[in-house]
């Protein structure tokens, strides 16, 4: 293994959002916090219903897992994307780094970006809500699992997109309309029964749902059934990207 | 002796039917200069992005330094440097940034030392703390020569590393080329400007349409294969007539305004040039001015990717 080529790739991953914080970590956060000013007031103290807690405080797990989520996949997608149309991503591919140690890298990084941007927000939001943290663990995994899945499934985007349109189309088309429909602004038993059944296909519900349980202590799935299939979307998304940097996928054609 | 680089049969076909190379075979010598010559589209730069790693070939074989290069990718990278023909640069970072990453991504710990002298070679210490983006292309392009060497490699290809570098700086370039070269460092490059590689290499291998033409020393290639020619010019301009056309066959004859020009040949070492300057005056009479035009590599050149034969 050439770990200290990887340490170097992840260390550029990672100083590259370093380098634009008000894009990377400023923005999300006054995002989260326009959210949250306009659902305080739209929502006032009302109760999630069969959840019984106040609706204010289930929100705010959901808008920071999304926003580690959407982090992860910009980070991966947006360098590979910037590497393509600047010719840059040669830069790795003639460098001595195997298709595992280039997938451990961008994925390092993306948890970073998606944990740092996670950890701002709790601050930012801290003084507004009451929740504290239930299950530290529970807590754990879904940040990291969630970024792994959501960097790798950036990653394959940045692959296959050969233009900012392809990448747009993706991000509009897929990602934004599974992470709005995962739960984070609604419990699912809040749905009538066939969308329910239909939510419980969308990975992004059980990261969401996971996540926020480890703050609330209540949740909509079995954890242990979530923990499953959220161990099986990591192995795959890790697997795929794996494999795509050793076959030079839509990269060295 | 040793090769450097031993490619067998390769080919690349690309998706769009595209064949970019039809079974190539070359040899590079351990420590040459090496030319790679071919006009635009003649599968240069796709044989060096499959050496690079950033194009698949579609079959073919590759020794480097006498390992495998498919099979043996990691050890061959680390002993390898290319600087791509198109300008790319990181637009997050500074150059001396980007060289420690370059570096680190190879698995070495940057040569601070090595960095530097890098930055100082290739004029680029001044702007070593500015973005990529406020770099001019020339420097960009220095800046993608440094990238490849900062990991101290053993081959380093060089594909038209001085397009739209100026005189000087492109004269002081090579300099530094032929220090690396005369310490040992192989040095494969591609140019558009022939009278370069004909004063800097030692070796020269000419594709054309994914086909080798031709690969030997540069001595031999401009000893055997650059012929020369001699050019009578006269007070008015002659015809070549069928039957004087007959006469000088051996020759070749064309006319150039008010010149005549034979191709001379060589045999056990001497020159024919006797006999054609005969046969002129046979035909034409005393000429004003009588020269002998040597062939340098851009007329080889032309006249071989003009005929597409093998030499």
Redesign the interface.
């Known amino acids: 293994m050439n770990w200290y080529g990887c340490w170097t790739l992840y260390s550029r991953e990672s100083r590259r959002f370093l380098n634009v914080k008000m894009q990377t970590i400023v923005a999300p956060a006054l995002t989260a916090v326009m959210y949250l000013i306009v659902f305080r007031y739209a929502m006032g103290d009302r109760q999630v219903p069969n959840l019984d807690v106040p609706y204010f405080d289930f929100l705010i797990p959901g808008l920071v897992m999304m926003a580690m989520m959407q982090n992860a996949f910009a980070n991966t997608s947006s360098s590979i994307m910037v590497g393509k149309l600047m010719n840059v991503q040669i830069f790795l591919m003639m460098a001595p780094l195997s298709a595992i140690e280039i997938t451990i890298a961008f994925l390092a990084a993306a948890i970073t970006r998606a944990v740092v941007v996670a950890v701002v927000l709790l601050l930012v939001l801290a003084p507004f809500t009451n929740i504290h943290i239930e299950h530290l663990w529970m807590i754990l995994f879904y940040s990291i699992t969630g970024s792994i899945i959501m960097g790798g499934m950036g990653m394959i985007a940045g692959m296959w997109s050969k233009t900012f349109d392809d990448m747009a189309l993706l991000n509009n088309f897929i990602i934004i309309p599974l992470t709005f429909l995962s739960g984070v602004f609604y419990s699912v038993k809040q749905l009538p029964e066939t969308w329910q059944v239909v939510n419980h296909f969308n990975p992004f519900f059980y990261l969401i749902d996971g996540f926020r349980h480890g703050f609330l202590n209540v949740g909509d799935t079995d954890p242990s059934q979530a923990i499953a299939i959220v161990s099986i979307a990591t192995l795959t998304t890790v697997f795929a990207c794996w494999k795509l940097w050793q076959t030079g996928w839509r990269l060295k054609d | 002796m040793t090769t450097a680089l031993t490619i067998s049969q390769l080919t690349k076909t ?2 769009n039917g595209k064949k970019a190379l039809q079974g190539v075979d070359l040899s590079v010598p351990e420590g040459s200069f090496f030319a790679l010559l071919g006009p635009n589209g003649a599968g240069k730069s796709t044989l060096i992005n499959i050496l ?5 070939p579609s079959s073919g074989k590759v020794s480097f330094l006498g390992h495998d290069l498919f099979s043996e ?3 061959c ?2 002993r ?1 440097g ?1 600087v ?1 023909q ?8 500074a150059p001396r940034d980007i060289l420690k ?2 570096s ?6 940057p040569d601070l030392k090595w960095i530097e002298e890098l930055l100082n070679r290739l004029e680029l210490s001044e702007h070593a703390h500015k973005n990529a983006r406020q770099l001019s292309g020339g420097m960009r392009r220095r800046l993608l020569v440094a ?1 490849a060497l900062v990991h101290k490699p053993k081959v380093v290809i060089l594909d038209e590393p001085t397009a739209g570098v100026d005189v000087e700086l492109r004269k002081r370039l090579w300099g530094f080329m032929r220090e690396l070269n005369a310490s040992g460092t192989t040095i494969l490059l591609t140019t558009h400007y022939l009278e370069e590689a004909e004063e800097l290499c030692d070796h020269v291998a000419i594709i054309n349409q994914g086909k080798l033409l031709t690969s030997q020393s540069m001595k031999s290639l401009l000893d055997n294969v650059g012929s020369s020619s001699l050019v009578l010019e006269y007070a008015d301009a002659k015809t070549i007539s069928g039957d004087i056309k007959n006469k000088l066959a051996d020759f070749c004859p064309r006319t150039q305004d008010n010149k005549v020009i034979l191709s001379l040949k060589k045999c056990d070492g001497h020159s024919n040039f006797n006999d054609a300057y005969q046969a002129a005056l046979a035909c034409w009479g005393e000429a004003i001015s009588v020269n002998i035009q040597d062939e340098d590599l851009e007329d080889v050149f032309l006249r071989l990717t003009h005929n597409g034969a093998s030499a």
Do not use: N, S
């Open positions: 690309y998706k690079a790693d950033t194009v698949k990718r990691r050890w990278k680390q390898l290319v791509p198109e300008i790319a640069f990181d637009p997050f970072f990453i370059m680190g991504m190879f698995g070495v710990q990238q």
